[in-house]
């Protein structure tokens, strides 16, 4: 049975591997390819205005905003990872997150406005002062900003606004050049990005929190049994009751129960990965590159997306055979410590040596 789950890719784990918790880049690694999909689908394929007025009730059933949901909770356990392992942890951590803005900024500003990465940080930072806390109060912590976050209120505007700026958006994505895009994604991010963005601030902080408390809870030592029980629960009350929260934290547990160690190293190398998205993109559907927004059907950029992602699965696997680190997570983890890190794995040093 062990040599079937190596050879399926199927492995439990609940212990860490080589200093990593594996079973987390799995998670991430899946959360990952499901905003893929959305991010496809919805803000390149077409404008993110246009998509809101189509019918995609499986996309926002099963998958929009779920796997968002499951990349904050993965953030919150990785923050509580590297806090504990940190000898100045609130230092280290601020100078972690300030970097990730910065980051965040750059693409936000100059590729693409659906960046979630400033977003990340700012809740980052919020974070640090309960990355100490014991489970229980964290838990606590993060069902309060949770239950608040339903009554933060943002108001789209009007019906026929949106509709016209899903008209100029799908044009000028479309034809424009670089320099007409960056003006119109600047407005955009102003008028109407931002505000969305900080209105889901305290959801996503209070699910960032729920990571670090399931990770101050032992979650990588759980038994199978509490997996089967918040999968089943999370899944059925997800779909039962159309909530989105319970829906994530099912997929978690499921994933848990038969995590897919091949989506480790797309895991591990979530930033670069996300990065790698965002530049392919908008280079295929912009005007300064293919300019296809608008013109393929959900099913052929489903298709494309399912690719892309086996792609990079394969490239990650194949990169991380000889890095340890992913380029920009390298980067990130550089600037955070103020010196160049070590890229190569020991043994390709000494090879090359």
């Known amino acids: 049975m062990r040599e079937l789950r190596r050879h399926l890719g199927l492995l ?17 690694g899946v959360a990952l390819f499901g905003v893929l999909i959305i991010n496809l689908e ?15 009730e499986f996309l926002r059933r099963f998958i929009e905003f779920k796997a968002i949901d499951l990349f904050s ?10 806090a504990g392992r940190a000898a100045s942890p609130v230092t280290l951590m ?15 500003v100059f590729i693409w406005n659906g960046d979630i990465l400033t ?55 479309a034809t424009g050049g670089y320099g007409q895009i960056f003006s119109f994604r600047w407005d955009e991010t102003r008028r109407f990005i931002a ?3 900080l209105a889901t601030l305290p959801k996503v902080f209070g699910l960032m929190l729920t990571g670090v408390a399931l990770f101050r809870g032992g979650l990588f030592s759980w038994p199978r049994r509490v997996f089967v029980v918040t999968a089943t629960i999370g899944i059925f009350l997800g779909l039962g009751l159309n909530q989105e929260i319970p829906l994530a934290l099912g997929y978690g547990s499921l994933i848990m129960l038969f995590p897919l160690s091949l989506l480790g190293a797309a895991g591990q190398m979530a930033l670069t990965n996300y990065l790698v998205q965002s530049m392919v993109f908008s280079f295929i559907f912009y005007g300064y590159g293919l300019g296809l927004m608008g013109t393929l059907s959900t099913a052929l950029v489903a298709a494309f997306g399912v690719s892309f992602y ?16 992913g380029p920009f997570e390298w980067l990130w983890r550089s600037l955070t410590y103020g010196r160049r890190l070590p890229l190569r794995k020991k043994r390709y040093l000494a090879h090359a040596k």
């Open 119 to 173: 977003l990340y940080a700012l809740c980052g930072l919020l974070l640090i002062p309960f990355l100490r806390l014991h489970w229980i109060p964290l838990t606590v912590a993060a069902m309060a900003v949770l239950a608040v976050s339903f009554y933060v209120p943002f108001h789209f505007p009007p019906e026929a606004v949106l509709r016209a700026e899903a008209v100029d958006a799908t044009r000028i994505y």
């Open 195 to 197: 505000p969305l963005l």
């Open 310 to 325: 086996v792609l990079q699965i394969l490239l990650s696997r194949v990169w991380l055979t000889r890095f340890e680190y």
């Open 73 to 82: 909770i993965c953030f919150g356990i990785s923050a509580a990872l590297q």
């Open 94 to 108: 601020a100078r972690r997150f300030l970097v990730l803005a910065a980051f965040g900024l750059v693409h936000l």
């Open 12 to 28: 439990i784990i609940q212990q860490p591997v080589k200093e990593r918790y594996l079973a987390l880049d799995v998670l991430r």
């Open 42 to 56: 919805g803000d390149f394929r077409v404008s993110l205005w246009q998509y809101i007025f189509e019918s995609h």
